[in-house]
């Protein structure tokens, strides 16, 4: 996955993300509030949360329209938006996606964009309705509001809507590591260094060490130049050297 570029900053004039088509911009949603807050020049659809997350939502994947969680509805009505859009909901915060809450004044809820993720902390960005056009917050805690001074016990987490446009590496799993370092080694083994390549000829010759037995894929035997030594293949090319009688 290409480095996630987290938007920490409000975004630059003219964004056609945070820009309604009236505006030469690709945003649906309406207008900024401009009776509590203070619409932005260049950026008509701020400050509202619902319209500041779907344009970001947006632009995280470059889509040169605004294609997801478009249709009309408040924050609180997100989940069933991005559920009947396919998208995937996640109890847990993901980077790119959109975390939603019910309640709040009106009930009509909020929404914001996961910018950074660190163990159980997030960075989120996202627009006041009633307040600033542009803001980040530190949140944490059970509902993800601790950290933002406005959201108290009124607002209730419903999920987080997982961006398509971000993959988020998976650990590999034990078995995953065990087949690719099988196959790692099975090629490194494979490539001798050329510079023994005739002591190699030299010890098969003279029956100290053979490889493997013939197989299909090798039918003159595998010698695995470069395979680790077990002590008891030692112990085999040892007994090949040493004379019947020395023991």
């Not at 478009?70 to 995937?88: E, K, M, P, S, Y």
């Not at 975390?99 to 950074?116: F, K, M, Q, S, T």
């Not at 803001?135 to 987080?160: A, F, H, P």
Request: charged share 20%; proline share 6%.
């Amino acid at each position: 996955m290409p480095e996630y570029k987290p938007r920490l900053v409000i975004p630059e004039y003219g964004n056609p993300y945070y820009n309604t088509k009236s505006n030469g911009g690709f945003n649906p949603c309406a207008l900024g509030n401009n009776s509590h807050g203070q619409r932005q020049n260049g950026l008509n659809i701020l400050p509202n949360c619902v319209g500041y997350v779907v344009g970001r939502f947006n632009e995280v994947g470059q889509y040169g329209a605004c294609k997801w969680l478009v249709a009309r509805g408040n924050a609180c009505d997100f989940i069933r938006i991005g559920q009947q859009q396919g998208l995937q909901i996640s109890d847990a915060p993901t980077l790119g996606g959109c975390l939603v809450w019910a309640g709040g004044p009106g009930g009509y809820g909020h929404v914001a964009i996961v910018e950074r993720i660190q163990g159980n902390k997030i960075e989120t960005s996202e627009s006041e309705y009633y307040g600033k056009a542009f803001t980040t917050y530190k949140r944490t805690g059970r509902n993800w509001s601790e950290g933002c001074y406005w959201m108290r016990s009124s607002y209730k987490y419903l999920g987080c809507i997982v961006n398509p446009a971000v993959k988020e590496d998976k650990p590999v799993t034990y078995e995953e590591f065990c087949k690719y370092m099988d196959k790692w080694l099975a090629d490194r083994a494979e490539q001798p260094a050329l510079f023994a390549q005739a002591a190699i000829e030299r010890v098969k010759a003279a029956g100290i060490m053979g490889g493997d037995p013939p197989t299909k894929k090798h039918p003159e035997g595998n010698f695995r130049p470069r395979s680790f030594v077990t002590r008891e293949e030692m112990a085999q090319t040892f007994s090949n050297i040493l004379p019947d009688n020395s023991i």
